[in-house]
């Protein structure tokens, strides 16, 4: 016979039965126990053991309902009603009898909550990024490393896309984006009038792409959309720009200029614009064809690796064993191409995670802002919380008669605990009507900081859970043990009169205050770490000079044999300005990207020792412009620039010792490969900062040309700002008539790479302004009425001879103790958690003494201020008045 | 006071208690619901229910003896009240009427 354990042979389990005996009122208990075993035991008979066993668990649980728990008597009506108006009657007077508790309580929690709120619909604003795609789930954004130096890359060559669908049956459809560069679109109207403007969110996508993404289309038709040459599909707004309100714009004809995208197109269909929660924003979608078959990309030998490919997979596909396969697939492709490394594979990012890291770079670190956010906001209700609980627990001895006649003529414990729960949850429900306004007023102010439109829909039912949950959870969590404090005084010490002790609530109280003030301290350390950072970035050496740098964009219509000479007497005339000390034109500048990111090696050395390194194109002017020291060789000169056979470069430090140069001296002269590109290495560059301090340094490449029409650095020494730009702008209309004149300025468009930690700074300063705020409230709270209740021991203390500073010195040094504690409690998390964070900068601050303390010193001080006042009051009080009531 | 009103799944159950009669506690209801109408109740969802019928005056509850297969517990007993067969009969002929006044076809 098969031998079943005791459990086994008895069958129920014993916990479901416990928990059952817990919640169910035991009038009714038994006949439950037996109705469920009875059926236990039917269902054994028909479906067997452990078929019956889930029956049981899932039967008792669902036992768990207010009809059966609530049921504490038999047979007789439970109706509270009543008694339920008469807590809401008392809870109302009690909060209208202690106005200031009330008001500390209610202010605090209200901006508590407005926090949570406020933060909950950025979260969620954030978190849902392209999840208005239908088929989200199965959209995957496809990133290759390749290449031996094992960079992450989101670009692909526009022939992976078509040969992946071929080879891969879990593929459903792909598509293939190219963000076009800056165009001008113009659309003439019958009339002759035209409507021109300058347009940068133009994409150049697959036909297949209005059938992956779910853009709806209003006009026009969606399948045949993109599938004709020079087809244009347009947003609804783009379509009002052009064509104004009632036009029907299918059919007409906008032509671009500039870019490789030039000509006259057709558009065939228009589309809702595009929401504000999408990684892959556009107003204008071109059809490829175009693009494929131009000049640039009929040239099959060029590898132009600048595509974004979308797939679509088969819904139950299995990813990692898909990715394995592109292994095999890019061997077979690509096989005889020394750079790609031993182990190449494609991996699928999914569309929903893009979001968070749409360059593969610092993936973690958008995901940990937001961490940072929620907790931010966690603290802060937590905070609040407390202040009712130290306030409620406080007021204890106060209502001790209350509770203790009321024990007297039978109220029970459960009705006392009924009654204190119902007034924080009347406290709780005030909070969260005020919190809503507030947080309708505060989202805007978020929404500024971080450039979101961001406001509440009360048609979503999760905002509603959410303040339904933080209204039980806080009445709850925040009630719950002041409830149990004050309904646990015994009737005859209260009548018998005299100081109640409550001593172990002294020391939870404690506690609750050093956690608040643990909470503020850590948030303001994390302000000032994030704005030393911020600081050290924006001031730090940069190896350059960009001050009084004025960028002036080149001309956009560079056509015509004679521009280079325009251009080149442009920047003479500029040179000539007595307030202009140095003219420089390039293709890029510091701050922006480079033009190319590009295998690099030392001639003679293995293709596959290269390097991924940026290259650019400057004028001989640059170096001088920005003021970079050069460590070894010499600028361009004529004859460099002549050499016709090889070209001469500059590089920066990093090249020389990551590419194997040895020292700066021995590169010069040296040959050095980028791409497929011989050159000659003029000079050796001091490494400064093209890219942000985030960044680490990369190699370099300066290539020079002898003009270059894209932005002119204009070094200014005078102090006249606006005269001096308007007479730039005298120059450029002069040599350039029709085109526009924009400038801004190089600091400016260099500091904007920290826009993202600008924002977690001021959303910091913010939020933990108001943590502090509401800490601070409490505080008070907790100060005037302690100080309240200890004015007879000052008294005789004062009449004993303790003089105004004795006094004031006893009572501060209880509060400045905890912020001690709290101290010793936030220092080693601030050591474990700044580090990860400062860890996303690849140059950054270390943790001095004074970060640490400075934060320290300024809460010591807020708190000794916010409670300076009853402190003193307290401690000069005349004791005669304290003294002689009795 | 208004007439009082039974929600479906209550006039149900008030019905199977009539049914029952001296038979009628939690899994037998349970089993005649199955039986009869071919509808599954929980075990849980009758007991509340009867607990409110209860409340209502329409069922009235005793504790009856043991039997060994329940693990020796005993069972609760309901029996219909004079009020409850009042309400279901005034359920019952409202129903009637209206059923009247739907123009019949034939």
Redesign the interface.
């Known amino acids: 016979m098969e031998i079943r354990t005791d459990e086994e042979n008895n069958g129920p389990p014993k916990w479901a039965i416990g928990f059952l005996g817990w919640f169910c009122p035991s009038a ?1 208990y ?10 236990f ?2 269902d054994i008979q028909t479906v067997g053991w452990k078929k019956a066993r889930n029956k049981f668990i899932w ?1 008792v649980i ?2 768990f ?1 207010p ?2 728990i609530t ?1 504490n008597k ?2 007789i ?2 109706n509270q009603s009543d008694m339920i108006r008469t807590y809401l009657k008392t809870g109302l007077r009690s909060l209208l009898k202690r106005k200031v508790y009330s008001f500390i309580n209610i202010a605090g929690l209200s901006i508590g909550i407005a926090v949570c709120l406020v933060i909950w619909k950025y979260v969620e604003f954030e978190s849902s990024y392209d999840r208005f795609h239908t088929n989200a789930a199965h959209i995957y954004r496809v990133t290759s490393s390749l290449y031996t130096d094992g960079q992450k890359t989101p670009y692909l060559g526009y022939d992976v896309g078509p040969a992946l669908a071929a080879d891969m049956p879990e593929i459903k459809s792909f598509v293939r984006t190219h963000g076009a560069s800056e165009t001008m679109v113009t659309h003439a109207l019958p009339n002759g009038q035209v409507t021109r403007f300058e347009e940068t969110r133009l994409l150049i996508v697959d036909s297949t792409f209005l059938n992956i993404f779910s853009h709806d289309v209003v006009k026009g038709e969606k399948q045949n959309a993109l599938t004709k040459p020079y087809s244009i599909v347009v947003t609804e707004s783009m379509a009002r720009k052009y064509f104004g309100e009632n036009a029907d714009p299918i059919g007409q004809v906008l032509s671009l200029k500039g870019g490789w995208n030039k000509g006259d197109y057709t558009v065939t269909a228009v589309i809702k614009d595009v929401p504000a929660n999408s990684t892959i924003p556009f107003d204008f979608l071109l059809s490829i064809y175009d693009l494929l078959h131009g000049e640039f990309y009929s040239n099959r030998n060029a590898r132009w690796d600048n595509f974004f490919t979308y797939v679509e997979l088969y819904p139950p596909s299995n990813l990692r064993q898909l990715e394995k396969k592109t292994s095999a697939f890019i061997k077979e492709y690509r096989g005889n191409d020394k750079n790609i490394n031993a182990d190449p594979s494609l991996k699928f990012q999914p569309l929903v995670d893009m979001h968070y890291s749409p360059d593969l770079n610092r993936e973690g670190s958008y995901r940990t802002t937001i961490y940072f956010y929620i907790l931010i906001s966690v603290f802060i209700i937590l905070i609040a919380w407390i202040n009712y609980i130290n306030l409620a627990t406080a007021r204890a001895t106060e209502r001790s008669k209350e509770v203790g006649i009321k024990k007297a003529i039978g109220v029970s414990g459960k009705q006392l605990v009924a009654q204190f729960l119902t007034e924080s949850f009347l406290v709780n429900l005030l909070s969260i009507i005020l919190a809503l306004g507030l947080a309708i007023w505060l989202l805007p102010i978020l929404g500024g900081i971080v450039q979101k439109e961001l406001s509440f829909d009360f048609r979503q039912h999760a905002l509603w859970y959410l303040m339904a949950g933080l209204l039980l959870i806080g009445s709850f969590v925040s009630g719950i043990y002041p409830a149990f404090v004050l309904s646990s005084f015994k009737t005859t010490d209260v009548v018998k009169g005299g100081i109640l002790k409550v001593r172990s609530g002294l020391s939870f109280r404690k506690a609750l205050v050093v956690f608040q003030f643990t909470a503020s301290l850590l948030l303001i350390t994390g302000t000032f770490v994030i704005y030393s950072q911020i600081r050290f970035m924006q001031t730090g050496e940069m190896g350059m000079n960009m001050s009084h740098m004025l960028i002036v964009r080149g001309p956009r219509m560079m056509e015509g044999k004679d521009i280079e000479s325009r251009l080149i007497t442009f920047k003479n005339q500029l040179k000539n300005l007595s307030f202009i000390n140095h003219v420089s034109s390039s293709h890029t500048i510091p701050g922006g990207s480079v033009a190319m990111n590009i295998l690099m090696r030392k001639g003679g050395v293995k293709d596959s020792d290269g390097k991924m390194g940026d290259a650019t194109w400057v004028d001989p002017d640059f170096v001088e412009t920005y003021g970079i020291q050069i460590i070894s060789g010499k600028t361009w000169n004529s004859s460099t620039l002549a050499d016709s056979v090889m070209r001469t470069v500059m590089i920066n430090e990093t090249a020389v010792s990551m590419l194997g140069f040895g020292t700066p001296n021995q590169a010069i002269n040296e040959t050095i490969i980028i791409g497929q590109e011989t050159a000659r290495i003029g000079g050796v560059l001091k490494d400064f900062h093209w890219n942000s301090l985030k960044e680490k340094q990369a190699p370099m490449v300066f290539y020079c040309s002898p003009i270059l029409g894209r932005l002119f650095s204009v070094q200014l020494n005078g102090n006249n700002l606006t005269e001096d730009v308007q007479n730039i702008k005298k120059q450029f209309e002069a040599a350039f008539p029709g085109d526009p004149f924009e400038y801004y300025f190089q600091d400016e468009f260099f500091n904007r790479q920290y826009a993202e930690e600008q924002q977690f700074e001021k959303i910091f300063i913010l939020f933990s302004g108001l943590a502090v705020f509401i800490a601070c409230l409490g505080l008070w709270g907790l100060t005037s009425f302690t100080t309240l209740q200890r004015r007879k021991e000052i008294s005789i203390r004062k009449v004993l001879g303790a003089s105004v500073t004795n006094v004031i010195s006893m009572l501060s040094w209880q509060y400045l103790k905890l912020v001690l504690v709290a101290g010793a409690v936030a220092f080693p998390v601030t050591f474990m958690v700044a580090p990860t964070w400062l860890k996303n900068f690849a140059f950054h601050i270390d943790l001095s003494p004074a970060l640490v303390f400075l934060p320290f010193f300024v809460l010591s001080i807020v708190a000794f201020t916010t409670i300076a006042t009853q402190v003193f009051r307290a401690a000069r009080a005349n004791p005669v008045d304290h003294l002689k009531y009795e | 006071m208004g007439k009082e009103h039974l929600g479906e799944l209550e006039e149900l159950i008030l019905t199977v208690v009539g049914i029952l009669q001296d038979e009628a ?3 037998a209801i ?1 089993n005649e619901i199955k039986e009869q109408v071919n509808r599954n109740v ?4 009758v ?2 229910t009867l ?2 019928l ?2 209502k005056g329409y069922v009235r ?1 005793r ?1 009856g003896g ?1 039997t060994k ?3 020796g ?4 007993i309901f029996t219909i009240t004079n009020s409850g067969l009042a309400v279901l009969k005034s359920m019952k002929e409202d129903r009637v009427h209206l059923w009247r006044l739907v123009p019949q076809l034939k």
Do not use: C, M, W
């Open positions: 009714l038994e006949t439950i126990e037996g109705d469920l075993l009875e059926q035991e039917i039967n669902r036992f309902h009809g059966i049921r038999f047979s009506p439970l | 506690y939690g899994n349970v929980t075990l849980a969802g007991h509340v607990y409110r209860e409340d509850s504790v043991a297969l329940r693990g517990r005993r069972k609760r």
